[in-house]
């Protein structure tokens, strides 16, 4: 069974930063692009960033560009976007996803929320 | 303003049928998949349809999607109270080199 744990969601300070992890199980990751999805509460869901399998191709949506990271380590079958320069917008559940846009994400995780407040 | 315009709300009464729209332009509907997806209250979403028209397994025939130029369309028949929720398509934007989704649409069973 595909499972897509996220962890390191919770609450900072505008300006801050904050790293979220998903681990995966169930699947071989490395054959895999992975996605993050963030949903801002009461909203709908907006793509953020995109990876390869080898984590050599990298797309974000322009307005995390330049702040946000996405990562990934296939020994650890794990996950990561690396948040910066957190601002209020940025406030909202984060999923974990397997797949893309391209040719549809087929399994989803719990979310993480995130919370930036001054 | 979402790339992809769906409408807000749809409603049926159980049993019935709905569709929900989806538009977009030649640079993201009109020249790659779309996919949609189902989100219950309280939940994840939910993986509906693939490649415009697929079922992933497990999704009955009650759901089915289609493609035409810019725009997508779902359609689900014998509606359940169970199917009450979000209903998002999203497909890749080869411009913006981004992903996308549109702003959902409420699906209210009456």
């Known amino acids: 069974e595909v499972q897509l744990v996220e962890s390191g969601g919770g609450s900072v300070q505008t300006g801050g930063s904050l790293r979220l992890s998903c681990a995966a199980s169930g699947f071989t990751f490395s054959n895999y692009w992975m996605t993050w999805v963030r949903q801002a509460p009461g909203k709908g869901l907006q793509w953020v960033a995109y990876i390869n399998q080898a984590g050599t191709e990298k797309y974000y949506v322009d307005s995390v560009e330049g702040r946000f990271t996405i990562s990934r380590d296939s020994a650890k079958n794990s996950l990561s976007l690396q948040m910066n320069s957190l601002r209020a917008e940025d406030t909202a559940v984060y999923y974990c996803a397997r797949g893309g846009l391209v040719r549809g994400i087929t399994h989803w995780g719990q979310g993480a929320l995130v919370t930036v407040s001054s | ?110």
């Open chain 2, 1 to 110: 303003q979402s790339v992809l315009t769906q409408p807000p709300s749809v409603s049926a009464a159980p049993g019935q049928k709905v569709t929900i729209s989806c538009s977009g332009t030649s640079s993201n509907i009109g020249k790659n998949y779309v996919s949609w997806y189902q989100q219950l209250p309280g939940t994840a979403p939910k993986f509906l349809i693939y490649e415009n028209n697929q079922r992933p397994s497990g999704i009955p025939d009650r759901f089915s999607g289609s493609k035409s130029g810019t725009s997508a369309t779902l359609g689900i028949t014998g509606l359940q109270t169970g199917d009450e929720g979000d209903y998002y398509c999203g497909t890749w934007d080869s411009s913006l080199s981004a992903g996308v989704f549109g702003g959902g649409t409420k699906l209210t069973v009456l």
